[in-house]
């Protein structure tokens, strides 16, 4: 038995049976990838404009910039974030226009986690 090639189906009343239901397929969803801002040392910038910086741009009470400016001071760098690729440029836009303004070389980057 051949199928007529203008019907929907070889049922008596046309019925496909799928109700007019778009078939869904599965959509994967990926998050964002995250960047981590480091704040690097250098011999020249004073402890209390990193502090500063710290507290302006990364939303930090006095302790906690720091804390963090003595990592960076001692290690060498630290992270002082983790944001969206967009938000992460901007940090190290700021921090490093910032810095230039106040002729210092503090320098500072972003690196995908
Ligand atoms: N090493 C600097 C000093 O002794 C302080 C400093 C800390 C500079 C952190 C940069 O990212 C930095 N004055």
Redo the contacts with the bound molecule.
């Keep these: 038995m051949t199928l007529h090639p203008l019907r929907m189906s070889n049922t008596p009343d046309g019925d496909d049976g799928d109700a007019g239901v778009a078939l869904q397929t599965r959509t994967r969803t990926k998050r964002p990838p995250l960047y981590k801002v480091l ?9 209390e404009f ?1 502090v500063h910086i710290l507290e302006r741009f990364f939303g930090m009470t006095h302790a906690e910039a720091f804390e963090i ?1 003595l990592t ?2 001692k290690k060498g760098l630290a992270v002082v974030g983790v944001f969206s690729h967009e938000i992460a440029e901007t940090k190290v836009t700021q921090v490093m226009d910032f810095a230039r303004r106040h002729q210092h070389p ?1 320098q500072c980057t972003m690196e995908k986690e």
């Design positions: 704040l690097l040392n250098d011999d020249y910038t004073p402890m990193v400016m960076v001071h503090l």
